[in-house]
Structure formats: structure tokens, C-alpha cells
Nanobody, 127 residues
Framework: VQLQASGGGLVQAGGSLRLSCAASGFSAEGRIIGWFRQAPGKEREAVSCISRSGSNTFYADSLKVRFTISRDNAKNTVYLRMNSLQPEDTAVYFC?????????????????????WGQGTLVTVSS
């Protein structure tokens, strides 16, 4: 079971990035997938989460205008599109997966709900 986060890098303020979270060794289709981030010296925080079908999503209040989460179950991959990036978005971004959930389960975005975590991808936004 592995989650591989990629797509991070160095970008100027105002720029965009798309992160990818590829699942291997298991099907992500029956699970909620979430993105979390941890900035230097700060606690991990929830960024965005997406339900099994993608019909239900959660965003941190401060990010919902600029970030978009999506998933392609055929590719076993979840994406996070980040626009208008700001220096305060600098962090290591982690993707995580829950165990199997019912199809009616909403996109719960509490870290303790997630069983599998990827290694993270670093996003650095310069001013």
C-alpha cells in the first residue's frame, strides 16, 4: 500500500501548481482521499478532502477559493490544483487515504480518520 505525492516545487507568488497523489497496491476508489500540509514550525492542517465518487469535497475555509481537489478513479489518482499561491502556502503537502468507506460517507477531513499516508511533496512559494 503506497501513496505517492508529487508535483511540488518552487513557484513565485501568484503562481500555480498541481499536486498528484497516486495510489498503488490498493484501490483508492472506495476511500476518501485527503490533502494535508505542514509548514515549518507549525502543526499539520487539513487542506482538502474528497469523497469516493468526488461528489463531496471539503476545503479549509481560507483555501476554498484558490484550491480545487479532484480525482480520477480510473487512474487511482487524486489531484490538488493550487492557484494564486502565496508564501504562506509553503509547506510539505501530504496525501492520505482512509480505509474503505460507504459510498454515502462525506469527505471527512480529520487526520485521525486516515489510515495511509504518503511521504509528502514540498511546495515553496517565493515572494
Amino acid at each position: 500500500v503506497q501513496l505517492q505525492a508529487s508535483g511540488g516545487g518552487l513557484v513565485q507568488a501568484g503562481g500555480s501548481l498541481r499536486l498528484s497523489c497516486a495510489a498503488s497496491g490498493f484501490s483508492a476508489e472506495g476511500r476518501i482521499i485527503g490533502w494535508f500540509r505542514q509548514a515549518p514550525g507549525k502543526e499539520r492542517e487539513a487542506v482538502s478532502c474528497i469523497s469516493r465518487s468526488g461528489s463531496n469535497t471539503f476545503y479549509a475555509d481560507s483555501l476554498k477559493v484558490r484550491f480545487t481537489i479532484s480525482r480520477d478513479n480510473a487512474k487511482n489518482t487524486v489531484y490538488l490544483r493550487m492557484n494564486s499561491l502565496q508564501p504562506e502556502d509553503t509547506a510539505v503537502y501530504f496525501c492520505a487515504a482512509t480505509g474503505p468507506v460507504f459510498s454515502t460517507q462525506s469527505a471527512r477531513c480529520t487526520a485521525a480518520f486516515y489510515n495511509y499516508w504518503g511521504q509528502g511533496t514540498l511546495v515553496t512559494v517565493s515572494s
